[in-house]
């Protein structure tokens, strides 16, 4: 069943809601296999949520399309068609970007993980260097000022977290 709810106060205003409050250009279906939700706005951006996952959308120009999500706990799977514009997800431990790919976002309390299936991501900390992960690639960010490392990830560590979105 799908739902479309009004925008909220708050991501009107470019701040961070709750995952039940969408711009007017998305809409969210709850899925049971894996649970969670999966939302859907214009330009083809797909995001899936797990259960629990602390998401609010960022819609600063008010067009129904967010350019972006903060992420402050569990984990999302974001989808964006290469050439529909940027997309980044801020989480308490590192920024992610991109212009068109699939990628995954993992929040606890002591780290932020991003792990890319297609495409390129660029992930900092704030006010901090950027690195590229690739197709394969992941990154660890924890709070401090350690360079980050770019890793391959293992495939049975990049196929639990996919799994959690039914990938």
Same mark, same amino acid.
Do not use: Y
């Given at each position: 069943?799908? $739902?479309?709810?009004? +925008?909220? @106060?708050? +991501?009107t205003a470019?701040?961070? @809601?709750?995952a039940?409050?969408?711009t007017?250009?998305?809409?969210?279906?709850?899925r049971?296999?894996?649970?969670?939700?999966?939302?859907?706005?214009?330009?083809?951006?797909?995001i899936?949520t797990e259960p629990?996952?602390? +998401?609010?959308l960022?819609d600063r120009?008010?067009?129904g399309?967010p350019?972006?999500a903060? +992420?402050r706990?569990?984990?999302a799977?974001?989808?964006?068609?290469?050439g529909?514009g940027?997309?980044?997800v801020l989480?308490p431990?590192a920024i992610?970007a991109?212009?068109?790919t699939i990628?995954?976002?993992?929040v606890? @309390?002591?780290?932020?993980?991003?792990?890319?299936?297609?495409g390129r991501? @660029?992930?900092?900390?704030?006010g901090g260097?950027?690195v590229?992960?690739?197709?394969g690639?992941g $990154?660890?960010?924890?709070?401090?000022?350690g360079p980050?490392?770019?890793?391959?990830?293992?495939?049975?560590?990049?196929a639990a977290?996919l799994?959690?979105?039914?990938?």
């Amino acid at each position: 069943m799908r $739902v479309r709810l009004a +925008l909220a @106060a708050a +991501l009107t205003a470019g701040l961070a @809601a709750p995952a039940g409050a969408q711009t007017a250009g998305c809409t969210i279906e709850a899925r049971s296999d894996p649970p969670g939700q999966v939302l859907t706005c214009g330009g083809g951006l797909t995001i899936r949520t797990e259960p629990g996952t602390a +998401l609010g959308l960022i819609d600063r120009n008010r067009d129904g399309r967010p350019e972006g999500a903060r +992420l402050r706990a569990k984990g999302a799977l974001i989808a964006l068609p290469p050439g529909q514009g940027g997309f980044q997800v801020l989480t308490p431990h590192a920024i992610a970007a991109v212009r068109g790919t699939i990628w995954a976002v993992d929040v606890s @309390a002591g780290q932020t993980s991003v792990f890319v299936e297609r495409g390129r991501v @660029a992930v900092r900390r704030p006010g901090g260097p950027a690195v590229l992960l690739a197709e394969g690639d992941g $990154v660890d960010v924890k709070r401090g000022t350690g360079p980050l490392r770019v890793v391959r990830w293992a495939p049975a560590r990049a196929a639990a977290l996919l799994a959690r979105f039914g990938r």
